[in-house]
């Protein structure tokens, strides 16, 4: 490796570690980063949020431009309840990780394991508030591992809806609904391997993840 490419990756590691300890210091700041990065990683640029913030927000005081969402430092004098909580609810992400806290994920976790029956109730809810929409179930397992009675491993479900974003570009949010699960488990491969394959012909995808 030449010493041009060790110069940049020490400079990566020293600006993310320099963020880090900024954020420490300043949870305004790390807000205003999350809800940046929030954006981006749906695939939206940074300059293009003012573009699906509601024009009631953006021109409430203490008002939002282009320019303020370029980065943290100018986004966060900006930040108000309004702003996050629609954020929040725009990309389904939980408010109090948009507020800065490090002890929760940031996606919404949605965890009947005890009482699974009740996941239909809530799809059929989703299903009535957002009509217009893709929708996936993904289970995610680790790659390698066997599905089957008697297998064992980790086991996620994701519900994903998509729909149109920017410049007909697709967007998507995402629910979390199993919480640290493992196949090995009975009443998991009972209860959900037949529900799920019974429905992988309209909405679920089998995905393995290593």
Not at 129 to 156: F, H, I, M, N
């Amino acid at each position: 490796m030449s010493w041009v490419g060790e110069a940049t990756g020490l400079w990566g590691v020293l600006s993310k570690g320099w963020d880090w300890w900024r954020g420490r210091r300043d949870p305004a700041r790390r807000a205003a980063q999350r809800l940046i990065r929030a954006f981006e990683a749906h695939g939206v640029a940074r300059q293009q949020i003012i573009r699906l913030v509601p024009a009631a927000i953006a021109q409430a005081k203490p008002g939002l431009g282009m320019a303020d969402c370029s980065s943290p430092e100018q986004l966060k004098p900006k930040l108000t309840p309004a702003l996050l909580d629609w954020a929040a609810g725009y990309l389904n992400l939980r408010r109090d990780w948009l507020d800065g806290r490090e002890d929760v994920p940031p996606h919404l976790v949605v965890d009947h394991y005890k009482h699974p029956s009740r996941y239909g109730p809530w799809l059929q809810a989703r299903k009535a508030e957002a009509a217009d929409v893709q929708r996936y179930l993904s289970v995610w397992k680790a790659y390698g591992t066997p599905v089957g009675p008697g297998a064992d491993g980790p086991l996620c479900l994701v519900y994903e809806e998509t729909i149109a974003g920017l410049d007909g570009m697709e967007r998507s949010r995402y629910w979390l609904l199993a919480d640290g699960w493992t196949m090995g488990h009975a009443p998991v491969w009972k209860t959900w391997r037949p529900w799920c394959m019974w429905r992988s012909r309209r909405v679920c995808w089998w995905w393995a993840r290593s």
